[in-house]
Nanobody, 126 residues
Framework: QVQLVESGGGLVQTGGSLKLSCAAS????????MGWFRQAPGKEREFVSG????????AYADSVKGRFTISRDNAKNTLYLQMNSLKPEDTAVYYC???????????????????WGQGTQVTVSS
């Protein structure tokens, strides 16, 4: 049974930093891509960042480029999202997800991901 468990969320002031973690278990994630999405109240879930488990190729939404860094630790089966220079508009529930890579892979498409975590709340105060 695949499990993705996020942690590391919390309350931080504008300009602060947080590091999210996603512990993955239940299968090997070779040939998978891992993604971070977020959902603010009243808004659709949106792509934040993604990484391929094999070679570490990365992708970022324009809104977080230069501020967020995605990484993974293959030995620990853990995905990370380092978030710096946080803004109030970054406030959301953050989800990690895993999807099997295929032809015409798109990190941003939610329907390409097979597994999702339960989410962790990030709140940035102004």
């Amino acid at each position: 049974q695949v499990q993705l468990v996020e942690s590391g969320g919390g309350l931080v002031q504008t300009g602060g930093s947080l590091k999210l973690s996603c512990a993955a278990s239940g299968r090997t994630f070779v040939n998978y891509a891992m993604g971070w999405f977020r959902q603010a109240p009243g808004k659709e879930r949106e792509f934040v960042s993604g990484i391929t488990w094999n070679d570490g190729s990365k992708a970022y939404a324009d809104s977080v480029k230069g501020r967020f860094t995605i990484s993974r630790d293959n030995a620990k089966n853990t995905l990370y999202l380092q978030m710096n220079s946080l803004k109030p508009e970054d406030t959301a529930v953050y989800y990690c997800a895993a999807g099997l890579l295929g032809t015409f892979w798109s990190y941003a498409r939610r329907d390409r991901y097979d597994y999702w975590g339960q989410g962790t709340q990030v709140t940035v105060s102004s």
